[in-house]
């Protein structure tokens, strides 16, 4: 597999995939896959069969409920297990390292699309990112674009948000409590 290398007798010493593997942002995709989703997966056969292989439609019955036998839906499940969040979190910063953004320039036309038409008034919310995690993508938008017009809105659960407010995200960054299973607080002509 390429883990470690054999140096000699009894000696080895790290690859490129074992020092990967150190950090947070690979490591904790194993744990979030095996202990989060797994026993989804494990359970998705006989969720199907119960359901007559129906699409589900409820976010608190469904194959990770079965799996975990809650009636939590992920998120709210994820954030009572501070650990479980936290691998979580990591595995989706982890699953973009090294792509390309929508926010690079070049990639997605930001100031055709997005910043024309947009209100100009510095209090309107320009950008609501509704389930993101701990900022890094507004953070990352902010600093790619720091002229945008108005707010950028990040929107998570109680626990996330927390989190959030530990990083150090800049001042055109509002942070807001939502879950996205419930009605949406922010309307008008705002970006989501």
Same mark, same amino acid.
Not at 112 to 136: I, M, Q, Y
């Given at each position: ?9 009894n $000696? ?9 593997? #150190? ?11 095996f202990?989060? %989703?797994?026993?989804?997966?494990? !359970? ?14 409820n ?15 992920? %998120? ?6 501070? $650990? ?11 699953? #973009?390292?090294? =792509? !390309?953004?929508?926010?690079d ?34 953070? #990352? ?13 990040? =929107?998570?659960? #109680?626990?996330?948000?927390?989190? !959030?407010?530990?990083?150090d ?6 942070l807001?409590?939502?879950?996205? %299973?419930?009605? =949406? ?5 705002? =970006? %989501?």
């Amino acid at each position: 597999m390429g883990t470690i290398i054999e140096t000699g007798a009894n $000696e080895y010493t790290a690859t490129p995939l074992s020092e990967a593997l #150190r950090k947070p942002i690979y490591k904790d995709a194993y744990p979030a896959m095996f202990e989060i %989703f797994g026993p989804g997966f494990n !359970a998705l056969p006989d969720f199907l069969s119960k359901s007559n292989y129906a699409n589900p439609e409820n976010p608190t019955d469904g194959a990770f409920q079965l799996g975990h036998k809650t009636t939590d839906h992920l %998120f709210e499940w994820m954030s009572q297990r501070p $650990e479980h969040l936290t691998n979580f979190q990591n595995l989706m910063a982890g699953y #973009r390292a090294g =792509q !390309a953004s929508w926010m690079d320039p070049g990639f997605y036309p930001i100031e055709t699309n997005l910043v024309r038409g947009a209100s100009s008034e510095t209090d309107s919310p320009f950008l609501v990112d509704v389930g993101g995690g701990k900022g890094h993508d507004l953070q #990352r938008l902010w600093h790619k674009h720091p002229k945008l017009p108005g707010k950028l809105i990040l =929107q998570d659960l #109680r626990g996330v948000i927390e989190e !959030a407010k530990k990083a150090d995200l800049n001042d055109q960054i509002q942070l807001m409590e939502h879950d996205f %299973f419930t009605k =949406q607080p922010i309307s008008g002509n705002s =970006q %989501f």
